[in-house]
């Protein structure tokens, strides 16, 4: 197991305000101690190679691997030709991952938005469908596409439409690839949708590439019907909150468990730092008590374990 960080409490700063920059947060990042940092598409301020290029030479000057790169596709809007420029979006970030990544880094994918009037058949086959179409580019390039159990992208207006835990295992099993698709898990997400983290951890464990090891925090007061009832308004609640992971709602001891017990081998990403960087470094620290604890500190990286 090796630990990267993904800046959670920055999206907005980096991706859509621009007063951080990708090459801002890979300097700030150096003071974490982990292995790798998982990117996001806003970060791409181009998709020119030359951008490309250079957070590559940020990234191995720093010593750091890049492990996934966090894409928000929504395939299953109801305009076709918004459809086709999703997919062709993502498969640009499928090259720019094996760019950055190397052979068996993983892409995250997501299903889309739970748009209204959406029918969950309608849903699956857009979202199973565009998956498809970008396998043999994962192929080809030896990308893994990573589909996470996903609560909301900052953009979007409506949650995943693969959301809840049935519908996040049809569309799984629409798929038939074990070689370049598996799941991206994140146990804060299932809890948000009102799922078991460490059941939905065991359903799917076999197919596990990568984990976002978030922890959430409900405001006082709140309730996760709040959460659920959120939709149509834009990014998160403030009743839901990023906070250190190990201190929130997720028993980490049980999901480490699961995963040691699988002989899962693969990347866990500290997604975090709303309240700052020290609040980064004490999840870090926490994910390497983990790692010591239920892997013995083992660190070694097989593709041969990723996949199942």
């Not at 809890?191 to 951890?201: M, N």
């Not at 990014?235 to 980490?252: A, K, P, S, T």
Request: proline residues 4%; glycine residues 10%; hydrophobic residues 40%.
């Amino acid at each position: 197991m090796r630990i990267a960080a993904f800046p959670k409490g920055w999206l907005d700063d980096i991706s859509i305000h621009r007063t951080m920059s990708v090459f801002d947060w890979i300097e700030r990042a150096g003071a974490l101690g982990c292995e790798g940092l998982e990117l996001y598409e806003g970060f791409f301020w181009s998709l020119e190679d030359d951008f490309v290029e250079a957070v590559g030479q940020a990234l191995e000057k720093a010593g750091f691997d890049m492990p996934m790169m966090c894409c928000s596709p929504d395939f299953t809007h109801p305009d076709p030709g918004f459809r086709r420029d999703q997919i062709e979006r993502q498969a640009r970030f499928i090259e720019i991952t094996r760019a950055l990544g190397g052979s068996g880094a993983a892409c995250r994918v997501l299903s889309g938005q739970r748009h209204p009037g959406l029918s969950v058949e309608e849903g699956l086959e857009r979202a199973a469908g565009a998956i498809r179409e970008l396998l043999p580019l994962a192929h080809r390039l030896d990308v893994t596409l990573a589909l996470e159990n996903h609560y909301k992208d900052g953009a979007w207006l409506y949650p995943e439409f693969a959301q809840r835990r049935d519908v996040f295992l049809r569309l799984l099993d629409a798929i038939d690839d074990r070689t370049h698709f598996g799941v991206q898990y994140d146990p804060s997400n299932a809890v948000v949708a009102g799922d078991d983290p460490v059941d939905l951890l065991r359903a799917v464990i076999g197919r596990v590439v990568t984990m976002q090891a978030s922890d959430r925090y409900l405001a006082p007061g709140a309730s996760l019907d709040d959460v659920l009832a959120a939709e149509g308004r834009p990014g998160y609640l403030e009743q839901l909150r990023h906070g250190v992971i190990g201190q929130g709602m997720n028993d980490f001891d049980a999901i480490f468990s699961t995963l040691a017990a699988a002989g899962y081998n693969g990347w866990v990403s500290v997604e975090d730092g709303v309240d700052g960087l020290d609040q980064m470094r004490q999840s870090v620290e926490f994910l390497k008590q983990m790692r010591e604890v239920h892997f013995g500190g083992r660190t070694d990286l097989s593709r041969d374990n990723l996949v199942q």
